[in-house]
């Protein structure tokens, strides 16, 4: 037993005294580090590039392109795949490629070709004097209009274009019993779409040889209901503007929203600018607009020679005028200048000086020319000048037009650049005269009394 163990430790011992004296094994190679590849961050979709702009720019683009008839939808500033899918139809038309985003110039055309479609429907929002409801109307598509009681009319002369805001009491309704009855009434009726929600309901489609449309809603047990009937011939000039009258329409209308812009004062100042010395005058439309008479200061009465709707210019001439010291014309609006002009008499103590304040010009979301700091009350048809005294554009009141039923239509002032008048002064005659150096001696203050 104990050789046994000695043997055993014998053993033992060698491989211990092996192992010591052994070469040290070979080192194993190190991993080779794994060859990683960067995650790139999701490219932003058009949806999101839409969902960064500011509330107004996207209701402004929706609101153009229901006016450009690519868009079918509600104008209420939501991003939707319908209102992508409108962007890449619109550029698809234009030979543009199809990103769904709009870049500058694409968005100049847009808004181009909606405001053209806009004038040439006469499109406003207007406050029907029988319901108090705010609607937006084609006016220059409706101009025959008929009231009662009941509610309002408007229509085109040959009846092809009916527009109907209906009013009426009605014990416990609710939009789903308002929406069964005019599915029934006027009898024969088809019905192609129909959406009833808490608060509205809206119904479309054939009524006997026209298309209709009805948007309904109601506030205790007042009823108010707006009708569009018009020929499928006018499908096109009338399928855009239904869209946005649906959108503008406000049944129930409160605060500034019911009153609509603020009324015009019975004598408001405005400022004209001398463009000839035979006594042409330029100025804001807005300002003479429904004058019993015009008047300006130091030079007598005026009349109103011409008006450009377009533009909102009017063109005054004053007969027998002296002294006059017309604006000389330039060609481009900067970045900044001089606005000159006359302000209200109550804002300087009942005085006339002609006042000039530093501004600088930005591009507000419907594409007009704005002014900071904005002019004060009496600057409207002031002039906007470079340093060498070059009239290089316009002051103006101009209506901006609410898109939805919350908002209200306001005048706001806004800069029309001088190379969007000069046709307007050729073609009434302005003639160029030896123009002043000085800004502040062009500048007129215009009188206007109304009713």
Same mark, same amino acid.
């Given at each position: 037993?104990?050789?046994?163990?000695?043997?055993?430790?014998?053993?033992?011992?060698?491989?211990?005294?092996?192992?010591?004296?052994?070469?040290?094994?070979? #080192?194993?190679?190190?991993?080779?580090?794994?060859? #990683?590849?960067?995650?790139?961050?999701?490219?932003?979709?058009?949806?999101?590039?839409?969902?960064?702009?500011?509330?107004?720019? &996207?209701?402004?683009?929706?609101?153009?392109?229901?006016?450009?008839?690519?868009?079918?939808?509600?104008?209420?500033?939501?991003? !939707?795949?319908?209102?992508?899918?409108?962007?890449?139809? *619109?550029?698809?038309?234009?030979?543009?490629?199809?990103?769904?985003?709009?870049?500058?110039?694409?968005? @100049?055309?847009?808004?181009?070709?909606?405001?053209?479609?806009?004038?040439?429907?006469?499109?406003?929002?207007?406050?029907?004097?029988? #319901?108090?409801?705010?609607?937006?109307?084609?006016?220059?598509?409706?101009?025959?209009?008929?009231?009662?009681?009941?509610?309002?009319?408007? !229509?085109?002369?040959?009846?092809?274009?009916?527009?109907?805001?209906?009013?009426?009491?009605?014990?416990?309704?609710?939009?789903?019993?308002?929406?069964?009855?005019?599915?029934? @009434?006027?009898?024969?009726?088809?019905?192609?779409?129909?959406?009833?929600?808490?608060?509205? *309901?809206?119904?479309?489609?054939?009524?006997?040889?026209?298309?209709?449309?009805?948007?309904?809603?109601? &506030?205790?047990?007042?009823?108010?209901?707006?009708?569009?009937?018009?020929?499928?011939?006018?499908?096109?000039?009338?399928?855009?503007?239904?869209?946005? /009258?649906?959108?503008?329409?406000?049944?129930?209308?409160?605060?500034?929203?019911?009153?609509?812009?603020?009324?015009?004062?019975?004598?408001?100042?405005?400022?004209?600018?001398?463009?000839?010395?035979?006594?042409?005058?330029?100025?804001?439309?807005?300002?003479?607009?429904?004058?019993?008479?015009?008047?300006?200061?130091?030079?007598?009465?005026?009349?109103?020679?011409?008006?450009?709707?377009?533009?909102?210019?009017?063109?005054?001439?004053?007969?027998?005028?002296?002294?006059?010291?017309?604006?000389?014309?330039?060609?481009?609006?900067?970045? !900044?200048?001089? /606005?000159?002009?006359?302000?209200?008499?109550?804002?300087?103590?009942?005085?006339?000086?002609?006042?000039?304040?530093?501004?600088?010009?930005?591009?507000?979301?419907?594409?007009?020319?704005?002014?900071?700091?904005?002019?004060?009350?009496?600057?409207?048809?002031?002039?906007?000048?470079?340093?060498?005294?070059?009239?290089?554009?316009?002051?103006?009141?101009? @209506?901006?037009?609410?898109?939805?039923?919350?908002?209200?239509?306001?005048?706001?002032?806004?800069?029309?650049?001088?190379?969007?008048?000069?046709?307007?002064?050729?073609?009434?005659?302005?003639?160029?005269?030896?123009?002043?150096?000085?800004?502040?001696?062009?500048?007129?203050?215009?009188?206007?009394?109304?009713?």
């Amino acid at each position: 037993m104990r050789s046994w163990l000695t043997a055993t430790w014998m053993i033992a011992a060698a491989s211990a005294a092996q192992a010591q004296t052994a070469p040290p094994a070979a #080192t194993a190679p190190k991993p080779k580090p794994v060859a #990683t590849v960067p995650v790139r961050p999701a490219l932003q979709t058009p949806a999101d590039t839409a969902n960064a702009m500011a509330q107004a720019e &996207r209701l402004a683009i929706q609101s153009d392109l229901a006016w450009a008839g690519e868009y079918n939808g509600a104008i209420n500033g939501e991003v !939707s795949e319908r209102m992508v899918g409108a962007i890449k139809t *619109f550029q698809k038309y234009n030979n543009a490629k199809q990103t769904g985003v709009l870049n500058p110039q694409e968005r @100049e055309l847009l808004r181009a070709a909606a405001k053209k479609r806009q004038e040439n429907a006469g499109w406003k929002i207007v406050t029907d004097m029988v #319901t108090g409801a705010r609607l937006g109307l084609p006016t220059k598509l409706v101009p025959q209009q008929a009231s009662d009681a009941n509610g309002s009319k408007w !229509s085109s002369a040959s009846g092809t274009i009916q527009i109907q805001l209906a009013r009426r009491k009605e014990a416990a309704p609710s939009t789903a019993k308002l929406a069964d009855q005019e599915k029934k @009434e006027p009898p024969g009726r088809r019905i192609d779409y129909s959406v009833v929600k808490p608060d509205f *309901f809206v119904l479309s489609g054939m009524q006997g040889l026209k298309k209709f449309y009805v948007r309904g809603a109601f &506030r205790d047990d007042e009823v108010r209901i707006l009708t569009i009937l018009y020929d499928q011939a006018t499908e096109g000039t009338m399928e855009p503007a239904v869209i946005a /009258m649906s959108s503008a329409f406000n049944p129930f209308p409160a605060g500034a929203q019911a009153a609509g812009p603020p009324p015009r004062k019975k004598v408001e100042y405005a400022s004209g600018i001398v463009v000839s010395d035979d006594g042409a005058i330029v100025t804001d439309r807005q300002a003479v607009d429904g004058c019993m008479s015009i008047v300006v200061a130091g030079h007598g009465n005026a009349d109103k020679a011409a008006e450009d709707k377009m533009h909102d210019l009017a063109l005054l001439r004053v007969y027998g005028a002296r002294g006059l010291k017309p604006a000389g014309l330039g060609s481009s609006t900067p970045k !900044s200048g001089d /606005m000159v002009g006359i302000s209200d008499p109550q804002s300087q103590n009942g005085g006339t000086a002609v006042s000039v304040v530093k501004a600088a010009v930005t591009t507000g979301a419907g594409g007009e020319f704005v002014l900071s700091p904005a002019p004060g009350t009496g600057f409207t048809g002031a002039g906007f000048f470079s340093g060498d005294a070059k009239l290089l554009g316009i002051l103006r009141l101009k @209506e901006i037009v609410a898109v939805l039923p919350t908002a209200a239509s306001t005048l706001q002032p806004s800069l029309l650049p001088i190379d969007s008048a000069r046709d307007f002064l050729k073609a009434n005659g302005v003639v160029a005269s030896d123009a002043t150096t000085d800004a502040k001696a062009s500048i007129v203050r215009v009188i206007c009394v109304r009713k």
